[in-house]
């Protein structure tokens, strides 16, 4: 039989404020133990929450920017459990009244083609610490830094029906965050973290199968590769004449399978109430339009004026505007050396090689944009070729020199003196006979043969234009 | 409506809370005369009236989000039954 997936998403994205979610703890990454863990995040008798306004600017700036309706009137409520890392015995979250509404974005799949894909709502919500196993016998270790920091989980639609679509959508909301500057959203830091929904059922049937949710996978690839591996599980579970059981499972990244996390022995009842502590929030049009004033440029709207602008090709503008870096990066250096199209070439060819081979970002690159953007300059004022140009990007990375210094110090300006081409092209002629004949004759693809052997003596540095020009003029007179 | 002793065990589970065999149908009797008076408010028509999240009618205010707690992690394990290495340390718990 033939199946499909239908996948949703809930993201949990942590919020980049200074302090806590409802305290004045620090919220910094990786502080020793405990060291940002107060009274309230502690949950000493008689302590109250109290409300971080830039969590609440950073979820209306994340609504806006996917469209989302925004909660005009939104609601704390406690979710209740018990569990070591949360000291209250309840999790502050929003249940009927999240900040952030129903929404949509657009990811682009793998074949170019758009797909919009619906976010259910996005509400606010506190972490809880982090437990540690291993290393105290009898005993749990817990840092409870982590606990009461803002995250806002972002909720899909289950409209996902694949691995690959799950993947584009998670880097697009990856993409939105950091345009909006509201989360570093690093994965591997647990600053974004994804559970995926999956179910499967007969292909063009409607009813929607038994789903499991798969917990806390924390990157990209395994996140393509947990639901690929869920959906092989569930269709040899159906077609066993089994059934789904609805329930969690984590992802075992070795064995690349889904196992069951061990199941409550009660089953969850997290009897949601208002969270008595903390007010309704009340927010305005006025309080909306002027964070709406304030959003950046984003993706798809950048990727837009990149095509336009720049006359690029959709592919290479979706690639230059896939992070703010990246764009910021490429704007910079097209606007250094005047040809948008060549800095396009460069930044997506051996730049992103560089980076992608040395496993860094565009901010980490050992060559800075305005670096870039002389280099490229050099070649288009014809003082190097394009070949002896990634032979100086080559020297760039390790030499901080300047682009002048390092073509001056190297000896690699092009030669574009007519006396030593004319030189050149004698020698050239002078022992390829044969092939000067075949052109002579009409056999026209010769000439990059004899262009190429007049760029070697040269060692790359003549100028292949002039070496062309000459040397038709040479043999056809 | 009547809550019997299987469904105050449940509750008590719940929450950690140990109620022994012996006080287990006083407090389901208890809670009982509770859920009885909520039914008596359910039967009120509310049809026209707003839900509110609070009884107070007014709204949260905001706070400015600076970091203003200092590291006070040595005093404050000292509250703590158990501290080794900066953590807390709680009976071993595994999911």
Partial sequence: MEWESVIGLEVHVSLSTKSKLFSGSASAFGAEPNTQANIFDLALPGTLPVFNAEALRMAVRFGLAIGAEIGKQSVFDRKNYFYPDLPKGYQITQLDFPTVGKGSLSVTLEDG???VIGVTRAHIEENAGKSLHEEFNEFSGIDLNRAGEPLLEIVSEPEITNAKEAVAY???LHSIVRYLDISDAIMAQGSMRCDVNVSIRPKNTTELGTRTEIKNINSFRFVEKAIYSEIRRQQEVIEDGGKIIQETRRYDSNKDITTPMRSKEVANDYRYFPEPDLLPIVIDDEYIAEIRAELPELPDAKKERFSKEYSLSNY?????TATREMAEYFEEVAKGCGDPKLAANWVTGDLSALLNKNDLDISDSSIQAERLGNLLSRILDNTISGRIAKMVFETMIDDNDSVDSIIAKKGLKQVTDSGAIEK???????????????????KDQVIGFLVGQAMRLSQGKANPGQVNQLLREKIMS | MA???????????????HISEADADEVASRITDILALIDQMQSINTETIEPMAHPLDVTQRLRVDTATEKDRRNELQTLAPAAQDGLYLV?????
């Fill in chain 1, 424 to 442: 050149l092209v004698d020698e050239v002629i002078a022992n390829n006979p044969d092939q000067v004949q075949q052109l002579k004759e009409g």
């Fill in chain 1, 316 to 320: 290479d503008a979706g690639v230059l």
């Fill in chain 1, 170 to 172: 998670l880097k697009k």
């Fill in chain 2, 91 to 95: 009976p071993k718990v595994i999911e």
């Fill in chain 1, 113 to 115: 083609t758009e797909k």
């Fill in chain 2, 3 to 17: 809550l019997d002793k299987s469904e105050v065990e449940k509750i008590a589970q719940l929450a950690r809370l």
